[in-house]
């Protein structure tokens, strides 16, 4: 099954640029704008650490979509 998120929807109730968002996740820009136009997934380690930067559970972030 494919996975969506709502990292973007995130960023933009946080009022955050691209970079800024990126920067808070200890992430890079052009990884994490490859998670945000959902063109790659992240690691189970980074969804994590996404979650407890965001103050969001796994579930709430990422999404299992029906094929």
């Known amino acids: 099954m494919p996975i969506e ?14 970079v ?3 920067h808070h996740l200890g ?9 945000e136009k959902q063109k ?3 690691s189970l380690e980074i969804a994590l650490k996404i979650s407890e930067k965001v103050g ?9 979509t029906p094929e």
């Open 40 to 42: 790659v997934q992240p």
């Open 27 to 35: 992430i890079g820009i052009h990884q994490y704008n490859r998670y």
């Open 5 to 18: 998120n709502n990292l973007r929807d995130i960023r933009y109730d946080l009022k955050k640029s691209q």
């Open 56 to 64: 969001l559970s796994v579930n709430e972030i990422f999404k299992l």
């Open 20 to 22: 800024d968002f990126a």
